[in-house]
């Protein structure tokens, strides 16, 4: 089993060169917590995700259970240079670590619950602090236990499905933009320019990315209802 302070000399031995950057740490980052929690898949780099693409992601047979966000030693995580990408995760993955590999902000459902360093500069070196050892433990054992929420509140419910079709629409948005840039043709843009020939002439990307995302959600909400209810063909267009 990899030890915390065995951890905290790695990083510090990448950071003393001077060459290290973010990517640099990602191993010892992935091998600490593979070491710390059971039955764990800890996969750095990760394929993209409708949010982005976050560094690490952690699943259990299969199932994502949370998200690792890493930036370099050193790197303030409340840079504005971050506050686009970190809003965007926190909006979208219910269970989500940010770091800089000595500090660790927990996030569930897009509040902050915990915060702890393992690790501090001093001196241009790394000075572990191992007081917070066994709390981290405690903390990522949390983290990788991680179960999806169960709704029961209506706005809880609609809140999360508009984060979850503003995020689309964000991104149907930014396709339509390329395609005009780049002068393709895409299906999207053919789906766009037919739903102004039928149904609203003066419609733009932004407000059709809009409409576009809105029908996807809830008409996935709409046939995971019916699924959940057991409803059978006869019946399926109807609640």
Known sequence: MIEIQDY?????????TGISRE???????Q????????DILVTNEPAHIECGAPDYILTKKNIPVGYIEAKDIGKSLKSKDYKEQFDRYKKSLDNLIITDYCH??????????????????QDKQLQAKPENFKHFIDLITNFA????????????????????????ANIIDQSLTSDEENQQDSSLKQQ????????????????FADVYAQTIAYGMFAALLQVTKGLSNKDSMFF
Do not use: C, W
Not at 23 to 29: A, I, P, V
Not at 150 to 168: D, E, Q, V
Not at 192 to 204: G, S, T, V, Y
């Open 31 to 38: 091998n600490l917590l593979e070491s710390l929690l059971i």
């Open 104 to 121: 660790f902000i927990f996030y569930e459902y897009g509040e902050k619950v915990a915060e702890i360093a393992l690790a501090d500069i």
């Open 23 to 29: 990517h640099s740490y990602r191993g010892d980052l």
């Open 192 to 207: 766009m320019e037919a739903f102004k020939a039928i149904l609203i002439h003066d419609i733009n990307a932004k407000e």
């Open 145 to 168: 236990q991680h179960i999806g929420q169960t709704i029961k509140s209506p706005i809880k419910l609609a809140g999360m499905m508009a984060g979850k079709a503003k995020l689309l």
């Open 8 to 16: 905290i000399n790695s990083l510090n031995q990448r950071y003393q």
